[in-house]
């Protein structure tokens, strides 16, 4: 996501970097770079236009004429609009009353199904709510099947009736929702395309019948432009409260998520980041512009970790690489840890400068950490509290044991006994970073 457009955008700050001061003649260069950028990135044609024209007005501003590093007010121009898009502040959602009540309604293909699964289990992480799941999708085969599939994995009750009537099923399902101790409804309304008037209709009975919260549409990103007119048509006859963007993951060109605020002031509340029941994020845009500007996502790296890294694990490896005593058992452990934070080409590329360091087109083979995983564990205790003794015969014993080769075995020996050279240089303070 924004690859392309994060590239062409450092280009156009590469060149005004160059420049002593900005003028009227040098800008245009740069600005030319910007408007080409978003429009390749699906960015509408009209927020470009405004986009590069207050760009250009503030960069020949007085503000930049007296700095001393038009670059750096350049930079910090665009990251301002790019804000200005996206909405200066995150847009929560209410979860007054009890039962809080979210519809989430969306053309057919969507992922309407699939996010409300993730949206529950999210909002149960975070807020601690005890989510109710309401299959009000009567018309689409299976529907109802795969959100109680979806139920039974995350061990989350679903409200079913069957195929009957949709107004009546959300409104029996609130009230069960109350009887029984349910703080939380989320509704799963049957797509439809927003020129559909019967089932158009069918959503505004809904509205009228539980008077939800939330009226959240889920929109596939990779539709492009035509999301815009897609919001507006939902929003025509629903008043709409956010969107949702899912396979922000995918090949999509995200020009759509700079383009729905501004023109649609519907505000995106969430994005889809993969396809795991846990692959959804509340939609940040400060984080947003610092991922498209090339400065990465550090914040999103350590929620994850937070998220699933047991704390009093780390603090205890922390106090042992601190004093330079980790061992093998350790290192097991800690690729246990790793793993659990998900494909780590996806962190990668949430840090820093990873674009211009070729950490974004990195593809780590999760294979690589099953064979780490299953040498260690063919070791005996003795041997991981003490690699030193692991000599020729015992190494042909754990590659046995493990399924790999003696040169594997070899290779994590090499790899940690200089991992443990530098927690030594740590320790004694002749470690410095290279950079």
């Known amino acids: 996501m924004f690859e392309n457009l994060t590239e062409k955008l450092e280009n156009a700050i590469g060149k005004i970097k160059g420049y002593g001061k900005i003028t009227e003649d040098n800008i245009s260069d740069a600005i030319r770079d910007v408007r080409l950028a978003l429009l390749e990135a699906d960015v509408n044609y009209k927020v470009v236009k405004e986009f590069t024209n207050n760009v250009k007005e503030k960069a020949l501003g007085e503000e930049v004429k007296k700095s001393l590093k038009p670059g750096d007010v350049f930079l910090k121009i665009l990251k301002d ?87 009546l099923i959300s ?117 947003m512009v610092s991922r498209i500007l090339g400065n990465g996502d550090i914040m999103s ?41 998900g494909p780590l080409e996806n962190l990668l590329k949430l840090l820093p400068g990873a674009r211009k360091m070729g950490l974004n087109n990195i593809s780590i083979d999760p294979k690589q950490f099953s064979r780490l995983e299953a040498i260690i564990s063919s070791m005996t205790k003795k041997e991981r509290r003490n690699p030193d003794i692991i000599k020729a015969s015992r190494k042909q014993r754990i590659a046995s044991g493990s399924g790999t080769s003696v040169q594997e075995v070899n290779k994590l020996l090499n790899q940690f006994e200089q991992m443990q050279k530098m927690m030594k240089m740590m320790k004694t303070g002749k470690f410095k970073m290279p950079f």
Do not use: C, W
């Open 301 to 341: 790296i350590i929620e994850k970790a937070e998220e699933v890294i047991d704390q009093d694990d780390a603090t205890s490896m922390v106090k042992k690489i601190n004093a330079g005593k980790m061992d093998l058992e350790d290192f097991l452990s800690q690729l246990k840890q790793i793993k659990k934070l």
């Open 171 to 287: 409104l029996n399902a609130v009230n069960y929702a109350k009887e029984n101790g349910y703080d939380l409804v989320l509704i799963d309304t049957a797509g439809r395309l927003h020129v559909d008037d019967t089932l158009m209709n069918e959503l505004k009975n809904i509205k009228e019948k539980v008077n939800p919260n939330e009226i959240i549409l889920v929109i596939d990103a990779m539709i492009g432009q035509d999301a815009i007119n897609v919001i507006n048509g939902f929003n025509d006859t629903l008043p709409l409260t956010g969107t949702i963007l899912t396979k922000m993951d995918g090949n999509t060109k995200g020009g759509v998520a700079l383009s729905v605020k501004h023109l649609t002031n519907v505000a995106i509340k969430f994005i889809g980041t993969s396809e795991k029941l846990d692959g959804i994020t509340k939609f940040e845009p400060e984080r």
């Open 81 to 167: 609009e790019l804000l200005s898009l996206l909405g200066s502040s995150t847009s929560d959602l209410d979860l007054s009353g009890n039962p809080s009540v979210v519809m989430l309604v969306g053309l057919q293909g969507s992922g309407k199904t699939t996010t409300i699964g993730k949206l529950a289990n999210l909002l149960r992480k975070k807020n601690g709510k005890k989510p109710l799941l309401v299959a009000a999708d009567v018309y689409r085969p299976a529907a109802i099947d795969q959100l109680k599939t979806i139920g039974k994995e995350l061990q989350i009750e679903v409200y079913d009736e069957g195929k009957k009537d949709p107004v």
